[in-house]
């Protein structure tokens, strides 16, 4: 059975509940209808989506595990324009509210799923890093700061010719020299397109010597112009936010 969230969760998921639960979606993981790695659709017959199946065909080691706990819809609907526009240079405070919250239901509510899952207290957590803009501080990271997520940081950054974004490439990031490698390390991102990015940050630190990785990000972002996306959107995402349903499940806490 679901759990209840904890009582310090509980005011944050009854703000999303009454000010955005009809614009959020809760992601959806149901076999042979969503990737078991992303949860996005799957055409009929496939095990996985295009880019999960792309990073499962590379040589380099992947997350254990990951999860997101909205779909954001391509390109006009608040959920997208809320994992896009929180970054802004003024969000406004609406769109750092909602998106804190969102962190909190899903970091706070759930992260002890995450935690059970990969059978260790000892956690460290990492954010994607930007590879636009490296100079600007990361709103991401600044939220999470706020949070005072348990565990500490695990830091890393993008090397100097990033290249193909979308693939499964750990050169692409270099883990911070110097760090304790924890048993675990959950990795944080906003959204997750292609996934290319989270999975490359994942695969560096195992290369470091970090043993399990985990990936949670806000939002699994979809795009109607697919035929299996325009097909789920329609006729799967029809009710509403609930803070219950986990994220790393689909259903029940673990």
């Known amino acids: 059975m679901t759990r209840s969230l904890p009582d310090r969760v509980k005011p944050v998921a009854d703000y999303v509940v009454r000010t955005a639960a009809n614009y959020l979606w809760n992601t959806i993981r149901e076999p042979g209808l969503t990737c078991p790695v992303c949860s ?3 055409g009929a017959g496939y095990p996985l989506c295009v880019s999960c199946s792309r990073h499962a065909a590379s040589p380099h080691a992947r997350a254990d595990r990951v999860a997101s706990l909205i779909y954001a819809v391509k390109p006009d609907t608040q959920a997208y324009k809320l994992v896009r526009n929180y970054k802004a240079d003024a969000p406004g405070p ?3 509210d909602t998106m804190s919250a ?7 509510g759930h992260g002890a ?3 059970k899952l990969a059978g260790t207290s000892d956690i460290g957590w990492a954010v994607v890093p930007s590879t636009q803009n490296r100079v600007r501080a990361q709103p991401l990271r600044t939220l999470l ?3 005072a997520k348990p565990g500490y940081e695990i830091s890393l950054t993008p090397t100097a010719a990033v290249s193909e974004p979308r693939s499964l490439r750990p050169e ?5 020299a110097g760090q304790r490698a924890p ?4 990795v944080i991102d906003d959204s997750w397109v292609s996934g290319g990015h989270a999975q490359s940050v994942a695969s560096a630190l195992k290369s470091s010597g970090v043993a399990d990785v985990s990936i949670f990000t806000v939002a699994r972002v979809l795009d109607p112009q697919w035929l299996p996306n325009a097909d789920f959107i329609k006729e799967r995402l029809l009710g509403v936010f609930d803070p219950l349903i986990c994220p790393w499940t689909g259903g029940d806490c673990p």
């Open 40 to 42: 996005a659709p799957i």
């Open 94 to 96: 609406s769109l750092l």
């Open 102 to 108: 969102l962190l909190a239901i899903g970091l706070r």
């Open 113 to 115: 799923c995450d935690a």
């Open 145 to 147: 700061l706020d949070l």
């Open 172 to 176: 692409n990031f270099a883990v911070t």
């Open 183 to 186: 048993d675990h390390v959950l």
